[in-house]
């Protein structure tokens, strides 16, 4: 599910936008697509539910950036920023042998794996968050 999000609304995830107990996330859109609740299942789930067992704040964010003390102090309470996370997957790709991923790649990945797995345009559609059905269709020009 998160993979689907763009970096924007990912980092904006508030804590009470999940819902453990029925493994939902409300997931605010941005560039004016339609806002969704969606399933969080499997491995995702799990590990967002390892992440906040993990945290001793209370911070309202889902997810937070590392910090050091002093910046930490000085940007109390701020979520994890979007420069952050695309470190994150800069410095993933790198390892991984991957030259010009960024997290928006993941998200397209996503729209392009869910079509080659045969799910319906609508959903894909719901899925991502997209207005407009055209927004969609472009994933399917690609798959055989």
Request: proline fraction near 4%; glycine fraction near 8%; charge should be positive.
């Amino acid at each position: 599910m998160l993979d689907r999000l763009r970096v924007s609304e990912a980092v904006g995830l508030r804590r009470d936008e999940l819902d453990l107990g029925r493994a939902r996330l409300w997931v605010r859109r941005l560039k004016g697509d339609l806002s969704v609740e969606q399933p969080a299942a499997g491995g995702e789930l799990h590990a967002i539910k390892r992440h906040l067992a993990s945290r001793t704040d209370a911070l309202p964010w889902l997810f937070t950036s590392e910090r050091s003390e002093i910046a930490h102090v000085i940007c109390a309470g701020q979520p994890m920023t979007r420069q952050a996370v695309n470190d994150l997957i800069a410095a993933a790709a790198e390892r991984a042998g991957l030259p010009g991923v960024h997290p928006h790649t993941l998200r397209h990945s996503c729209g392009f794996a869910l079509v080659d797995k045969g799910h319906d345009l609508r959903l894909i559609q719901d899925d991502l968050g997209h207005r407009y059905p055209r927004h969609t269709a472009h994933y399917t020009r690609t798959a055989g």
